[in-house]
T-cell receptor, first 116, second 111 residues
């Protein structure tokens, strides 16, 4: 089975500073990777994905992620953090179960706190 | 833009009772997923449907069942509820571009 790991339970960053939320993956075959954000008591909102192509993927709300095959990483980044970015961030990988069906397997999540 | 609609948004039940959650994906979207997210946990895949047939099964307890109907809406039925079933339950649809689009979730509290 495919899996992702988020090594940090919490990340604190000052407003205006760049932020990075880390994710590493373990897959057989080509990885299909995703980032989602979750605000308290809300659903998961899709931010961006890597399927193939450029290693730097741009997504919603100014977020981007860098796919690094040699390091098996897919870190989420933003050049300048906003207080409103404070939320729970999940990395996910597409996990095939055969017969063409798949689901997403999520990491444990990283709580991002942007300090004013 | 229209999104995945889940109902009810909040539900309180007693132990050993039964609960039903409903999911209404965007019309003509044929693939539906159910996830369970316990307090402070990551979402766990329960079950999925494609064209009204079960396509994959995850960590869904035997006390739970689900189905997708002819209008593509889906229902998750949970019986003999336990305290540990208290969680956020998400329904998601799969977009043609590959990502899953989630509803706002149904919060189940078992007392």
């Amino acid at each position: 089975a495919q899996s992702v790991a988020q090594p940090e339970d919490q990340v604190n960053v000052a407003e205006g500073n760049p932020l990075t939320v880390k994710c590493t993956y373990s897959v057989s075959g080509n990885p299909y990777l995703f980032w989602y954000v979750q605000y308290p008591n809300r659903g998961l909102q899709f931010l961006l994905k890597y399927i193939t192509g450029d290693n730097l993927v741009k997504g919603s709300y100014g977020f981007e992620a860098e796919f690094n095959k040699s390091q098996t990483s897919f870190h989420l980044k933003k050049p300048s953090a906003l207080v409103s970015d404070s939320a729970l961030y999940f990395c996910a990988v597409r996990d095939y179960s055969g017969a063409g069906s798949y689901q997403l397997t999520f990491g444990k999540g990283t709580k991002l706190s942007v300090i004013p | 833009a229209a999104g995945v609609i889940q109902s009810p948004r909040h539900l309180i039940k007693e132990k050993r009772e039964t609960a039903t959650l409903k999911c209404y994906p965007i019309p003509r979207h044929d693939t539906v997923y159910w996830y369970q997210q316990g307090p402070g946990q990551d979402p766990q895949f329960l079950i999925s449907f494609y064209e009204k047939m079960q396509s994959d099964k995850g960590s869904i307890p035997d006390r739970f069942s689900a189905q997708q109907f002819s209008d593509y809406h889906s229902e998750l039925n949970m019986s003999s509820l336990e305290l540990g079933d208290s969680a956020l339950y998400f329904c998601a649809e799969r977009r043609s571009t590959g990502e899953l689009f989630f509803g706002e979730g149904s919060r189940l509290t078992v007392l």
